[in-house]
């Protein structure tokens, strides 16, 4: 009776240790993404009052991470896409694509 009691209570601890160690597994993963989260969030609040100092007729937006997938590479791109609503009907884009003294941002140097 007590060999059988003590394989009872091994194979218990054993079940035990294997669920707190997938329970830590688990949690350790979750906060792996959390981390991964919260370092990949843009600063969208912040950029609030910025963007309405430099462009006063928006009235809301709204920014988000995306990545470009190329099908002859592997590694991906980012890229930033911000949707914008405006209080007035602004004129159609230049020659350049931009609008309203909107100036692009400068060409990265091709030699770098």
């Given at each position: 009776?007590?060999?059988?009691k003590?394989t009872?209570t091994?194979?218990v601890?054993?079940?035990?240790q294997?669920?707190?160690?997938r329970?830590?597994h688990?949690?350790?993963?979750?906060?792996?993404?959390i981390?991964?989260?919260?370092?990949?969030?843009?600063?969208?609040?912040?950029l609030?009052?910025?963007?309405?100092?430099?462009?006063?007729?928006v009235?809301t937006?709204s920014?988000?991470?995306?990545?470009?997938?190329?099908?002859?590479?592997?590694?991906?791109?980012?890229?930033?896409?911000?949707?914008?609503k405006?209080?007035?009907?602004?004129?159609?884009?230049?020659?350049?694509?931009?609008?309203?003294?909107?100036?692009?941002?400068?060409?990265?140097?091709a030699?770098?």
């Amino acid at each position: 009776m007590d060999a059988l009691k003590t394989t009872i209570t091994d194979q218990v601890i054993r079940f035990s240790q294997s669920s707190l160690a997938r329970k830590d597994h688990t949690i350790d993963s979750l906060r792996r993404y959390i981390e991964l989260t919260q370092t990949s969030r843009l600063p969208v609040a912040d950029l609030r009052d910025e963007l309405k100092t430099l462009v006063p007729d928006v009235q809301t937006f709204s920014a988000a991470r995306s990545l470009v997938m190329n099908t002859n590479r592997a590694t991906p791109n980012t890229v930033v896409l911000v949707y914008a609503k405006f209080s007035r009907r602004h004129s159609p884009p230049n020659e350049t694509g931009f609008r309203d003294g909107c100036t692009p941002a400068p060409k990265a140097n091709a030699s770098s």
